[in-house]
């Protein structure tokens, strides 16, 4: 068992023989979550499509929040008044709230980054903001999540500017020490550091050695999951998961395709967290085993089977992808069936992981998850050289 402090306590319940995959109990103080885990993303504190009490049915556990976005609305003043987050949502279980380094990226037209912090202009009101490492902490404290991200120098995944690569994980590693200095309730809220370096090895490796020894209760890769090739993408994930303390969890950022939740569970992975499913619900996708149902196309203008026959969700066993192919982008309410689905959908997949691992077959489910998906077993190379990497075979089976 490891908790720095009485914020996060994690316990591994049981080990993959063969891959790195395990299944953690990660006690917080507002719940406690299954891993590996997928947590849907709430931007500011609503799910597009989904009610809170609609969450808590689909067994969801832990969402995020993002702090850049909730620190302009409703802003602190407000959140400080309603007592944080989850009063001012309604939302029980726990939560984790991102450290807003991301909008370096998605916002860069808006940014500045100095030593002392990122210098945006508000896309509300065009009003100047600062954000520095203490700022971020300052925001969250007031927010109230379970589990707090630092405030990292965020760069594209594909930059090719060596210097620049360099200098932002130096500095991310210089903002975790400000970060962890500025944290007013460390005994309440979990501050995970998060390891750069973008697609270079040895900066990867600087990252997470540097943040090692750190008095903290989990860890974050980040700075993937941007555009780059599936095979620069995995070796990096595998890299961290090699350095990082196994006591503890390891959080992958922006990871939502359900083939790379499969491979990163099997390198070690603990915690994901991705709009996808119900960004994908927003444009009439589907998820499912074989990857996705466009419900746009006329071959479903007739079908009266479920999304899905074999999942339980309410929009499957209650609506046939006919209905939705008819009110699909153009009714506000199929985003919302959509998105129950999808959400039903991941948390089926994380928990299916989680019982063939505690049952000691996670390789065989491995095998039948990606027979199913690739029909015809035309396995990217990506997909066999990572999960052969930790002993998982795919080809020879």
């Known amino acids: 068992m490891v908790g720095k402090s009485l914020a996060l306590t994690f316990n591994i319940k ?46 969801c556990e ?16 407000v959140l400080q008044k309603v007592g944080g987050l989850h009063n001012f949502m ?23 980054i100095t030593e002392e912090g990122v210098n945006f202009r508000s896309p509300y009101d065009n009003s100047q903001i600062m954000l520095s490492p203490e700022k971020s902490i300052e925001i969250q404290n007031c927010i109230g999540a379970d589990i707090i991200m630092q405030l990292d120098d965020v760069i594209q ?36 550091p998060i390891v750069q370096g973008v697609l270079n090895p040895e900066l990867r490796e600087q990252s997470a050695r540097q943040h090692l020894p750190k008095d903290v209760n989990g860890f974050a890769i980040g700075g993937l999951s941007g555009g780059e090739a599936k095979d ?56 499912v085993n074989k990857g996705q149902l466009n419900l746009k196309q006329k ?9 899905d026959k074999n999942c339980s969700c309410t929009t499957c066993q209650n609506y046939t992808r006919a209905y939705l192919h008819t009110i699909v982008t153009v009714e506000t309410v199929a985003c919302h069936l959509i998105s129950v689905h999808n959400i039903a959908f991941q948390m089926n997949l994380m928990k299916t992981m989680r019982e063939h691992i505690t049952n000691g077959t996670f390789p065989q489910f491995v095998q039948s998850f990606v027979d199913e998906l690739y029909i015809e077993k035309n396995y990217p190379n990506w997909v066999v050289n990572s999960l052969k990497s930790v002993g998982i075979d795919i080809v020879s089976c």
């Open 299 to 307: 071959q479903y203008e007739t079908d009266v089977n479920p999304i």
């Open 157 to 192: 995944t594909t930059y090719q500017d060596y210097d620049r690569i360099k200098e932002a994980t130096e500095r991310t590693s210089r903002w975790l020490d400000r970060c962890l200095k500025a944290h007013k309730r460390p005994t309440e809220q979990s501050i995970f």
């Open 62 to 77: 832990i969402i995020l929040g993002n702090t850049y976005h909730l620190g302009n609305r409703p802003g602190t003043e």
């Open 90 to 112: 309604g939302w029980n279980r726990a939560l984790l709230t991102d450290s807003g380094g991301f909008q370096m990226v998605s916002l860069l037209k808006l940014a500045e």
């Open 232 to 287: 620069d993408f995995w070796p990096m994930v595998s890299l961290c998961t090699g350095i990082l303390d196994k006591k503890r969890p390891r959080y992958l950022m922006g990871v939502g395709l359900a083939i790379d939740l499969v491979v990163c569970v099997a390198l070690g992975v603990d915690m994901f967290d991705c709009v996808f499913p119900t960004r994908t619900a927003r444009f009439g996708c589907a998820l």
């Open 14 to 59: 049981a080990e993959c023989n063969i891959s790195r995959a395990r299944v953690g109990l990660m006690k917080l103080p507002h719940y406690e979550v299954k891993t590996p885990v997928f947590m849907p993303v709430g931007t500011q504190g609503t799910m597009k499509g989904l009610l809170p009490d609609q969450l808590e049915q689909l067994d």
